[in-house]
């Protein structure tokens, strides 16, 4: 294992601190590994033709009003709704194939929807092949399963009182994922040279997928977006290194559409 992305999308600011936390943590206990931190959103926009998956990837988000993704955390969660819920059948696509990742929720009991997002990724994110890593003393056999009172499955960090303080419930969940490293690492020890640059080409691939979906279903916002992004620094304008906005973009014409459509199992109506 090389490279962990820590992901977050982030209302008030306690996933934002938290995905923090875990960075410090993993680069003090770790500094081997190649770390990065960003917003789910900006993370997807980020992709470029050669991006594969990381290793491991490390989510944490809360929710937002009734349910909904936090800020930063829009794009990725409707591309997800929409991947895993495929038309009568046709399977979903399995954009994130083998892929280990964890996730801690941020939340409160007090509200109705509680952990309705964070939820709702982790269930998404398993519908299209991800492997959860289970930050619990077991990993749920099921969706439906999926923080259920004896088997959570994933970090829960509830700020309503009525259970553990949630900043130690943050502070235990990292010490969680730093014990699952060794079992993660594991997961590649074996790979030979050859099977993991054929992994990566076609991680690379399933990763652009997210992209190119995103693009189909959310144009305008994803166009502003990148423009915020350009604007912060954080993806470049043109020319230079990093994830190039040039690079980034896909030319949406009915070919490509059709062809991402039969890739992710989409039904596009009038597009070829």
């Not at 306690?14 to 959103?41: F, G, K, M, T, V």
């Not at 349910?67 to 059948?89: K, N, S, T, W």
């Not at 991800?130 to 004896?150: I, K, N, Q």
Request: charged share 20%; aromatic share 6%; hydrophobic share 40%.
């Amino acid at each position: 294992m090389e490279s962990i992305a820590i992901l977050y999308a982030s209302q008030t600011g306690n996933s934002e601190s938290s995905a923090e936390q875990l960075h410090s943590a993993l680069s003090a206990s770790h500094p081997y590994l190649r770390l990065s931190i960003s917003r789910l959103d900006d993370w997807v926009l980020s992709t470029t033709p050669s991006s594969a998956f990381p290793d491991y990837l490390l989510v944490i988000s809360s929710s937002y009003g009734v349910g909904q993704p936090p800020l930063g955390g829009e794009i990725y969660r409707a591309v997800l709704d929409h991947l895993a819920a495929p038309p009568p059948g046709t399977p979903a696509p399995p954009v994130f194939e083998g892929v280990p990742f964890s996730l801690l929720g941020h939340g409160s009991r007090s509200y109705p929807t509680f952990f309705r997002n964070p939820r709702a990724l982790a269930v998404g994110m398993k519908a299209l092949g991800a492997r959860l890593v289970a930050t619990s003393s077991c990993e749920p056999a099921s969706a439906s399963s999926l923080l259920s009172p004896g088997c959570p499955g994933v970090g829960v960090a509830d700020a309503s009182g009525e259970t553990a303080d949630d900043e130690e419930a943050v502070r235990l969940w990292i010490e969680e994922v730093k014990a699952k490293l060794p079992a993660v690492e594991a997961m590649y020890a074996s790979e030979s040279p050859s099977a993991a640059a054929e992994r990566r080409s076609k991680s690379a691939r399933n990763r652009s997928l997210l992209l190119r979906a995103a693009e189909a279903l959310m144009p305008e916002e994803v166009a502003a977006k990148r423009e915020d992004l350009v604007s912060a620094g954080v993806l470049q304008g043109g020319g230079g290194g990093g994830a190039d906005v040039g690079t980034c973009r896909f030319i949406v014409v009915p070919l490509v559409l059709g062809a991402v459509a039969v890739a992710l199992g989409v039904r596009m109506r009038g597009v070829m």
